[in-house]
């Protein structure tokens, strides 16, 4: 097939696990026989070094005639003054906006040979295989602001509909995978979060009836995350218990570094990118971990481009890889030998099977 992709590497380590990922990409594209082009294009601080704005109108435009969008990182010291004008996460959040990419699939799986690279006991992480659903383009970070030099206000705004495409997106998720959904609230306090229980409750007894529902408090979830992070399969919440709730699980699989995201909307077209950050304190080393970044392009290519094979190809690579101890800095004690980011795809690719 030929596809088009949309390359934002943004800023800090983005570009070095970005560029790690398409070696992966391109090497995959090539044993399965597909073309891929691959348009780069500036987003973030480095958009607002060059553009004044870090979401170009020719960035988005691109982003929308594109079939997917991958994505490395966004952000650092250079342009987070509180007094900054424009940040690089508004180029961020207005993407996710513009490209109506609502529901944020964050997988937590739990390799067996890193169960000890884990700050939590390795018989709490084995076997965990977990999907965060986080809605992505409403709630507080989405609401009118104010500030003044006293006081400052956020609202955290959500609609009923907004709640049922989430739930629904989580339930046939949770369909397809163990049947069990954990819809994440603060229905004791917030008002938002009782509609959201509401409707949750509704949509999945009605269109859902083979899937189990339990509702948490989002700061008992917090707990029961590493209490017992086996018992959960789907886990679906609003926008910033979902910030939170996924780096605290992230800890689980060993590092924030191995983590991939896919952000989808109604139609095929998605963002994909690692759940960490810019990482400005190691950027420009070489040494970023890129596995987040390759498993974010196995989930491009399985959501946007519709080809499992090739999906599962890049997964098991990296799986393989990381089986027979590829490790970046972030998975080694302090000052142990490790992978550079580019050795890491190289072993990913070396680990890819044969054209078929
Ligand atoms: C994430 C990030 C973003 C978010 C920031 C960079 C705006 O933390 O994707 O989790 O909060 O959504
Ligand atoms: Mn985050």
């Given at each position: 097939?030929?596809?088009?992709?949309?390359?934002?590497?943004?800023?800090g380590i983005g570009p070095e696990v970005t560029a790690a990922a398409l070696h992966c990409l391109r090497a995959v594209a090539g044993r399965f026989g597909h073309e891929l082009e691959l348009e780069e294009l500036p987003f973030g601080g480095a958009a607002i070094d060059a553009h004044g704005d870090p979401l170009p109108a020719a960035t988005l435009?691109?982003?929308r005639a594109?079939?997917?969008?991958?994505?490395?990182?966004?952000?650092?010291?250079?342009?987070?003054?509180?007094?900054?004008?424009?940040r690089p996460e508004a180029g961020?959040?207005?993407?996710r906006r513009e490209l109506g990419v609502y529901a944020n699939l964050r997988p937590v799986k739990v390799h067996a040979a890193l169960a000890s690279a884990s700050t939590l006991k390795a018989e709490v992480v084995e076997g965990v295989d977990l999907v965060f659903v986080r809605e992505l383009t409403g709630g507080i970070y989405f609401g009118d602001k104010t500030r003044d030099a006293v006081r400052a206000t956020d609202l955290c705004v959500y609609t009923a509909a907004e709640i049922e495409r989430i739930v629904r997106a989580a339930a046939r998720l949770a369909r397809a995978r163990r049947r069990r959904l954990t819809s994440i609230d603060k229905a004791n306090v917030l008002e938002t979060s009782r509609l959201w229980r509401a409707v949750c409750q509704r949509v999945v007894e009605r269109e859902f009836p083979d899937v189990t529902l339990e509702h948490s408090l989002v700061d008992a979830a917090a707990m029961h995350l590493i209490r017992r992070p086996r018992d959960f399969d789907v886990l679906v919440t609003?926008?910033?218990?979902?910030?939170?709730?996924?780096?605290?699980?992230?800890?689980?699989?060993?590092?924030l570094g191995l983590l991939p995201s896919a952000s989808l909307g109604d139609g095929r077209r998605g963002v994909y990118e690692p759940i960490h950050g810019s990482a400005p304190d190691i950027a420009g080393r070489g040494i970023a971990n890129p596995f987040g970044a390759i498993y974010s392009v196995a989930l491009l290519l399985k959501h946007s481009l519709g080809l499992a094979a090739e999906a599962a190809a890049l997964e098991r690579a990296a799986d393989t890889a990381l089986s027979q101890g590829a490790r970046t800095a972030d998975l080694v004690p302090a000052g142990a030998r490790h992978l550079s980011t580019r050795a890491a795809a190289e072993a990913v690719v070396s680990s890819l099977p044969p054209r078929p």
């Amino acid at each position: 097939m030929r596809a088009r992709i949309a390359v934002l590497a943004g800023d800090g380590i983005g570009p070095e696990v970005t560029a790690a990922a398409l070696h992966c990409l391109r090497a995959v594209a090539g044993r399965f026989g597909h073309e891929l082009e691959l348009e780069e294009l500036p987003f973030g601080g480095a958009a607002i070094d060059a553009h004044g704005d870090p979401l170009p109108a020719a960035t988005l435009a691109a982003c929308r005639a594109a079939d997917a969008v991958l994505l490395g990182a966004i952000g650092g010291p250079k342009w987070s003054a509180p007094d900054a004008p424009v940040r690089p996460e508004a180029g961020l959040l207005r993407l996710r906006r513009e490209l109506g990419v609502y529901a944020n699939l964050r997988p937590v799986k739990v390799h067996a040979a890193l169960a000890s690279a884990s700050t939590l006991k390795a018989e709490v992480v084995e076997g965990v295989d977990l999907v965060f659903v986080r809605e992505l383009t409403g709630g507080i970070y989405f609401g009118d602001k104010t500030r003044d030099a006293v006081r400052a206000t956020d609202l955290c705004v959500y609609t009923a509909a907004e709640i049922e495409r989430i739930v629904r997106a989580a339930a046939r998720l949770a369909r397809a995978r163990r049947r069990r959904l954990t819809s994440i609230d603060k229905a004791n306090v917030l008002e938002t979060s009782r509609l959201w229980r509401a409707v949750c409750q509704r949509v999945v007894e009605r269109e859902f009836p083979d899937v189990t529902l339990e509702h948490s408090l989002v700061d008992a979830a917090a707990m029961h995350l590493i209490r017992r992070p086996r018992d959960f399969d789907v886990l679906v919440t609003e926008n910033m218990f979902g910030d939170i709730l996924t780096d605290e699980a992230s800890m689980l699989a060993g590092s924030l570094g191995l983590l991939p995201s896919a952000s989808l909307g109604d139609g095929r077209r998605g963002v994909y990118e690692p759940i960490h950050g810019s990482a400005p304190d190691i950027a420009g080393r070489g040494i970023a971990n890129p596995f987040g970044a390759i498993y974010s392009v196995a989930l491009l290519l399985k959501h946007s481009l519709g080809l499992a094979a090739e999906a599962a190809a890049l997964e098991r690579a990296a799986d393989t890889a990381l089986s027979q101890g590829a490790r970046t800095a972030d998975l080694v004690p302090a000052g142990a030998r490790h992978l550079s980011t580019r050795a890491a795809a190289e072993a990913v690719v070396s680990s890819l099977p044969p054209r078929p």
